[in-house]
């Protein structure tokens, strides 16, 4: 069979929708002979936030749409704007784009805390969102409002309310037809894909417990300089302030927790945590938690576990056990031994890409993508596991989700607003302990 450079078949592409397609939540449906033949779409993008992440977002978006074209639809992305706080992050973006054949002129660039309000404002049709989370839900409800398709990683929120506002807003697209798609790359890659069918189709029986890893390395941090101001320190600093990035059991470890609610289909009903600060040396975070989240389905229990220190155990992975088998990080195995067929599913086998796959395509065929709710569900998973060790304190699901909840006005600050203001105070460099009132 004739398989194409990123591992999947024309001819597997062409039976998607009839074989998997419906049959596997978040699987795209390329290869209807309404979209060969078409007149070319051709979506312009532009990129707010130009660091590592977004260089990369914007590549992949590019790659989509050959890939789209590999395949017989009819698309072009065209890369028109781009937007930073500083220069010199927009320019390494703009030069490895013109490496890449896109000229972005200087009209479409634009610096500063208002200059997604700009970009967004410039022309363009979708919108990729890559900068530190506490900016996602100003700049998602921005887009929508003005009617882009968005693109944006994860997380998508440092407290409640940003979560609130990023589930509304994911309502608001609905109601414009827009379509969004979110850095949780696990829903669109294929082994998580095929487990996600496994389990859905009932192989390894009812889901008894598990458990849900990112065991990594201490991430950077930046002294301060003379001459940065309040907002050059903590964005600089982004990754190390609660404030900022929701702390790692969201930051990173949110991808492992969102296989857990996208598996046990929805949020733990309780989240009772423990953590501590070790060995950082700037900003309010924690550098490990272990939480132990339970289901109401079933009372089942999953404990995750996050961890920045180096020279630790690593290990990044999510463990399912049900009564007839257990699924680790998508593959499923049976305790019967007997092996099940991988499944040749018909997407790009680089799941980065595959989001903007996911994203055209479903633009195109008018079956859009809408990941706002399940991101913003994952991410407040995550603020329940950090509050509860923030504070010691059990948190309940309702307590972030319902309109009368303890938490759900919870919100931090400096918020995206102050950034924007200007107004930005350097919240206490302490880590919140556990057991004290705040
Ligand atoms: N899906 C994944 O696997 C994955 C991997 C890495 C990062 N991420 C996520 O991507 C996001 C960005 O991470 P990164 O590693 O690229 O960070 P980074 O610090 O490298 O880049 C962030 C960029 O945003 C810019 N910026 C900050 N505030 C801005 C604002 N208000 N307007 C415009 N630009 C602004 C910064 O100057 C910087 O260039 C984070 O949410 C991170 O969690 C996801």
Known sequence: METGKNGVSRRSFMKRSLVTGAAVSGLSIIGSPVVLGQAKKVFKIGLIGCGGRGRGAILNSVEAAEFLRENGVSVEVKVTALSDIYKDNLDATRKRLKDK???????????GFDGYKKLIDSGVDVVLLATPPVFRPLHLETAIKAGKHVFMEKPVAVDPVGAHRIIAAGELAKEKGLAITAGTQRRHQNTYLEGFKYVQDGAIGDILGGAVYWGGGSSWEQPRKPGWSNADYMIKNWANFVEM??????????????????????????????????????????????????????????????????????????????????????????????????????????????????????????????????????????????????????????????????????????????????????????????????
């Not at 054949?101 to 610096?111: E, K, L, S």
């Not at 997407?347 to 890409?353: K, W």
């Open 101 to 111: 054949g896109f000229d972005v002129p200087d009209a479409g660039c634009f610096f």
């Open 245 to 438: 990035s929701g702390d790692h059991i969201i930051e990173q470890h949110v991808h492992n927790i969102d296989v857990m609610t996208w598996f046990l289909g929805g949020p733990p009903r309780v989240a009772i945590g423990f953590g501590a600060r070790m060995r950082r040396n700037t900003g309010n975070q924690f550098d490990f938690f272990s939480v132990d989240f339970q289901f109401s389905k079933n009372r089942v229990h999953v404990h995750s576990m996050c961890r920045q220190i180096d020279g630790c155990y690593g290990r990044i992975s999510e463990e399912l056990i049900g009564r007839k088998g257990t699924m680790r990080s998508g593959r499923v195995k049976l305790f019967s031994k007997k092996k099940l067929a991988r499944l040749e599913l018909p997407v790009h086998r680089n799941p980065y890409v595959q989001e903007h796959v996911d994203l055209l395509e479903g633009v195109i065929k008018g079956k859009l993508f809408n990941e706002a709710k399940t991101v913003a569900e994952s991410t407040m998973t995550g603020m329940m596991g950090r509050i509860s060790a923030y504070t010691g304190k059990p948190v309940r699901w309702s307590d972030v989700a319902s309109p009368e909840g303890r938490l759900t006005k919870l919100q931090l600050s400096p918020t995206a607003e102050d950034f924007e203001k200007g107004d930005v105070k350097v919240p206490e460099e302490k880590p919140p302990i556990p057991g004290r009132e705040a």
